[in-house]
């Protein structure tokens, strides 16, 4: 469909809202309280969302184009598992021995066991000494063999790593003794990122649009996914993590409004559980090729090569026609729904299209500080924001817990991506049987009372407490997924995205 001529016209007449009028007077003349204001927003919010849900039911609830545009932009969700989790697989323990390689000028035929015997010190169990070597001296090898060596001195040319049979950050980049790293700090390096890339971006993906802040998410982890294969440096590695952080969350902020503002009804909730469940995938997808690979570069090659084909969603990805309307851009709304239409086959009455229109009269402009001047809001502000950090702070002790097992580190990455899946489509029977809120207790309870049991199971049920870990894990999945959609709906449109209100 090319545009709007080919859209039945039905008459149906349609008034301003009766609760608009009613709260129009009484307001006063110079001020307007918080309260009376998002009582007004919800009440336009409400009228202008069955407005548009009409016209998303013309142009088809979820048919071809729906089903394409969710493709298109979770699908993607399987390669930032590459992202996100890769550390856990770069940074893996090595055992370093000092490199004592002065010893073959003088005995160039020593095998490398007899080099080690000759120049490092030995624990009181008979094992080398990681971090000391002894001292070279401007003997010959007889005498060094006769006589040995007796003062020791830290690393002088760097480390060997006889035992190692691939190659990570570790013995890259000499990450031991004294400079070693772990993932879990690397892992605050990486949720920096994610904190100022969501602030940053989300600004962003309000005022340029989701369109083009995807494309530039998407640049993003061009030059810091891929290009994190060819850092030459761990401060250059560090970097190049908190770059690509900040452009996975544009993506996934950007990506999910997106998808969702085409989508109505159930269908929203089913496109981020489904979402979700790409990037459980991914994880699993991951482990398995971490293990398969030799080198910590052929993985960020490998997982950054797929977003070069993205780059081409710059001519197939539509924008969202909610953002166009609030952003006065009518005509480009139309074109775009009627778009939608013609490839599902759909044809859009002009009667619909024609209740759209552009805000008439400016009311106000939201603004971060309505959360402090309303006492509801900010109580509920208060409470998900407590609820957000318990669920985040219970899940990743319980992964870290999975280390205290001696367990595989392949393993261990992938209990938690089998059990997310089937937690997460467990979701969609929750929230139609018994709701967004309900659905939460149930999860929370659930994960709260996993938590318990391993705090009171004896450490040496090893295989009890690794099961207790691994529902805990499924439960707080579900809760991740499940406040996922209750925080996205539970505030007023207003205060969630601080666009420009109009009446």
Not at 100 to 124: C, F, Y
Not at 160 to 175: C, G
Not at 230 to 241: A, D, E, G, S
Not at 407 to 426: K, T, Y
Request: charged residues 15%; proline residues 4%; hydrophobic residues 45%.
């Amino acid at each position: 469909m090319s545009g709007e001529s080919n859209c039945k016209v039905k008459h149906r007449s349609h008034h301003p809202s009766k609760n608009l009028h009613q709260l129009e007077a009484q307001e006063h003349s110079n001020s307007l309280s918080l309260e009376m204001l998002l009582r007004r927003l919800r009440a336009t919010e409400a009228n202008q969302d069955d407005k548009f849900a009409h016209v998303l039911d013309a142009v088809g609830e979820f048919g071809t184009f729906q089903r394409r545009l969710v493709v298109l932009t979770f699908i993607p969700n399987i390669l930032w598992a590459f992202f996100i989790s890769a550390d856990v697989f770069v940074l893996t323990a090595q055992k370093p021995y000092c490199n004592t390689s002065w010893i073959l000028a003088v005995g160039p035929n020593l095998t490398e066991a007899e080099q080690m015997n000759l120049t490092l010190p030995r624990e009181p169990n008979g094992s080398f000494q990681t971090c000391l070597m002894y001292l070279p001296v401007a003997w010959d090898l007889d005498s060094i063999i006769q006589f040995g060596l007796n003062h020791t001195e830290s690393c002088q040319d760097g480390w060997i790593y006889p035992d190692t049979k691939k190659r990570s950050l570790v013995n890259e980049f000499d990450l031991v003794c004294g400079k070693e790293q772990n993932s879990e700090s690397m892992q605050t390096m990486f949720t920096a990122g994610v904190l100022t890339g969501s602030l940053i971006f989300g600004l962003m993906s309000d005022k340029l649009g989701r369109y083009p802040t995807i494309l530039m998410s998407l640049l993003g982890l061009i030059i810091f996914g891929f290009g994190t294969a060819f850092v030459n440096t761990f401060h250059q590695y560090l970097f190049f993590r908190f770059g690509v952080s900040q452009a996975l969350v544009g993506y996934t902020i950007s990506s999910v409004s997106l998808a969702t503002e085409w989508l109505v009804a159930e269908h929203r909730s089913h496109a981020i559980i489904l979402e979700h469940c790409f990037f459980s995938v991914g994880v699993m997808f991951l482990t398995g090729l971490a293990n398969s690979l030799p080198h910590w570069r052929l993985l960020f090659l490998v997982g950054g090569a797929p977003v070069f084909p993205l780059i081409f969603y710059i001519w197939i990805l539509p924008e969202s026609p909610r953002w166009l309307l609030m952003n006065g851009k009518l005509e480009e709304a139309k074109q775009m729904l009627c778009y939608a239409a013609g490839v599902n086959k759909k044809t859009i009455p002009l009667s619909l299209l024609d209740k759209l229109q552009l805000p008439r009269k400016k009311v106000t402009k939201a603004s971060v500080l309505d959360f402090y001047n309303n006492r509801h809001l900010r109580k509920v502000t208060l409470v998900m924001g407590c609820v957000w950090f318990t669920v985040s702070y219970s899940y990743f002790t319980l992964c870290f817990k999975l280390k205290d097992f001696a367990m595989n580190i392949h393993f261990r990455q992938v209990i938690p991506g089998i059990m997310e899946v089937p937690a997460r489509l467990c979701c969609i029977f929750l929230l139609e049987q018994i709701g967004r809120k309900w659905s939460l207790v149930v999860s929370l309870f659930q994960g709260t009372l996993m938590c318990l049991l391993i705090l009171i199971l004896p450490p040496e049920l090893k295989s009890i407490m690794v099961l207790m870990v691994a529902l805990g894990e499924f439960s707080l999945a579900a809760s991740v997924t499940v406040f996922f959609i209750y925080t996205a709906e539970l505030l007023p449109t207003v205060l969630r995205k601080s666009p420009r209100l109009h009446h």
